[in-house]
């Protein structure tokens, strides 16, 4: 259902709101440029820091200006899960095509917790389901077994993981097969993922070059290993640059030195130091980009 290049979008701001007007052109450049999902309100998007009426405004306006000619994936996930089933809800009903769920964090669930928690939201939503598995930010691994099990439930159909680790997604690819579609949620770990079997990226370098990210998911599902590989290597710099400090700060950063959106961030996320600024320029440089 998902491959690809899907980009996980960040939320323009400008004067403290979010700037919709900058959020639609971004949406029409991914499309122009072959991005094949739009993830709304992920972590790049600082879905922790918008209002539930933004947080749906996005999603809403994202729905809008996609007009189905590429899925979107809204970022709907909690650490509670009657909240997450109150704005997954939501998401359906906004027209989103499926809904992004990150582990809930902070209070550190059991495996079985996890599985429960998954599985209240499935039930509870007629709509597809990705996990999302970021232990780095959530303090908690949804480990292979548990989305194993995970994988028997029908809307659970995909999970984004950003473990780094690829003795994981094996073991998950190997218990899983075909019942769940696993995406990277490291643009460093695509090219790895897509040899043992996952299909696409959730991907933050898309944002600043989403037809070269795209290319590569395209050229590997062609069987054209040697140029996808190419690829990969192409981008491992600008991968890099984009952790140079917390995600979204540097793809914020990027955006705004290439004309495309300001930098502005919402607390507690801060500017660029002025050196990772420059050594980002430098890398944007490199590719031509500003």
């Not at 994202?62 to 509670?80: F, M, Q, Y």
């Not at 209070?107 to 389901?129: C, F, I, T």
Request: glycine share 8%; aromatic share 6%.
């Amino acid at each position: 259902m998902f491959k690809g290049s899907i980009v996980a979008l960040v939320t323009p701001f400008k004067n403290g709101a979010v700037d919709e007007k900058a959020l639609s052109e971004l949406i029409e450049w991914h499309i122009a440029e072959g991005t094949n999902g739009i993830v709304p309100c992920g972590t790049t998007g600082e879905s922790a820091t918008l209002t539930y009426e933004e947080h749906y405004g996005v999603i809403k306006t994202t729905v809008e200006v996609v007009n189905k000619r590429v899925p979107v994936i809204a970022g709907t996930g909690a650490n509670s899960t009657e909240e997450t089933i109150v704005m997954t809800r939501e998401a359906q009903r906004l027209g989103a095509d499926a809904a992004l769920l990150v582990a809930p964090y902070y209070n550190k669930p059991s495996q079985e917790g996890l599985y429960r928690h998954y599985r209240a939201v499935a039930e509870a939503v007629d709509l597809p389901l990705v996990l999302y598995n970021v232990p780095g930010r959530t303090a908690v691994n949804i480990l292979p077994q548990t989305v194993e099990r995970l994988a028997e439930i029908e809307n659970v159909v995909a999970i984004k993981e950003a473990t780094g680790d690829m003795r994981q997604v094996s073991d998950v690819l190997r218990r899983c097969g075909e019942r769940i579609t696993v995406l990277s949620g490291d643009d460093f770990t695509t090219y790895t993922l897509l040899a043992l079997g996952g299909k696409g990226v959730i991907s933050v370098t898309a944002n600043v070059m989403p037809r070269d990210v795209s290319r590569m998911c395209a050229l590997y599902e062609e069987g054209r290993y040697d140029d996808a590989r190419q690829l990969h290597f192409r981008l491992e710099p600008l991968n890099a640059a984009m952790f140079l400090e917390t995600n979204p700060i540097p793809v914020k950063t990027a955006l705004s030195m290439m004309g495309r959106t300001t930098a502005e961030l919402r607390l507690p996320l801060c500017e660029m130091s002025e050196a990772n600024k420059e050594s980002l320029r430098r890398t944007l440089l490199s590719y031509g980009l500003v």
